[in-house]
């Protein structure tokens, strides 16, 4: 495989849409903050030690047992990527936009499907990501543990008895695990619902982050949730919590979208339908804009009102009209305006398509 396929395709498998409760969970992230003993964090540490970081993570991964159970590994630092690729990485979640701050010295593996990443050099020395689609992330939580039980065979993890793995940051020692879900929650924001919740949801030890992760916003009505605690809870017992958190608030999603084409089913269908009008005439349109009008869409389509797409065509949307990406499509730089053209451009023509 080769990097340049990864940023050729918009979407990584596990984002498309498949899964357990796909019709609001898009995906389950785990990521596992590990760092080599001897060597200062990453946000102190010399050049020639960051180097030494990559060399042993680099060998640590080149081995028949990882190739057999994750298949071939691609290495790849992120200085021999053009800034355009390096954005479309961050764009399918496959790096952190915090790995993007400084590049020297960095680097991420990458498994052939995408459901595996490790940045290295980031906060912590490995930032191990094993990412799938809808809600699963017990089995995420037993792939990402495997992984790290082969790194840990010849990496010396910085750990000690009493806090257990060591981190850059104090809000990760322990297990160093972030648990996480990507949830659609169209229905809870059109009924006025999604504050409460994510109040309720803080109160509870758990995290509401918008769709780039920490800092960022929530767009297309996507949220991401995930533990806060990492310290003096199993493993096992945080990835519990959530799922039972990740479930109610499914539960709730479903009653508010239920509830929404009972009582308002006119007003409804009439947001819906304009939204496919926007999507399918506009002649420019923002990420942002493009975003909340799939995400009408998406839910028109869980909802059976729109029958004739599904919730994969707009998956795929929601990624391929992204900045990088249409950069890389036109292979060449444009501005703000020229990317709102064309990607009200690809969106009429998938329309087109779609509507078919
Ligand atoms: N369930 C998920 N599905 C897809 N992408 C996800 C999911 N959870 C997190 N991400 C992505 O992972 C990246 C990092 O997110 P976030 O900042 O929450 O992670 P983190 O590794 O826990 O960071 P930190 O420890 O610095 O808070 C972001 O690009 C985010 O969108």
Redesign the pocket.
Known sequence: MSIEKTVSRPVSNW?KGDGPESDIV????I?L?RNISGYAFPHTMSNQAADEILNAVRLAVDNDEVRQEFGPLEFVRLEELSPVERQIL?EK?LI???LLEDIKNRAVILSEDESLSIMINE?DHL?I?L?LPGLQLEEAWQKANRVDDLLEKTLDYAFCEQRGYLTA?PT?VGTGL?A???LHLPALVIAGQINNIITAISQLGLAV?G????GTKAVGHLF?I?NQITLGQAEEEIIRNLLTVARQIINQERSARAALYKNNKSQLEDKIFRSLGILSYSRMITTEEALTMLSDVRLGIALGILDNLTQRDINELMMLIRPAFLQKMAAREMTAQERDTERARIIRLRMEKLKK
């Open positions: 984002a898009i995906s389950s992230r990521r903050a961050l979640h952190s936009p915090q906060e930032r990501q990412f940051c990760n972030r996480s879900v990507m982050r769709y780039y992760g920490e991401q995930s």
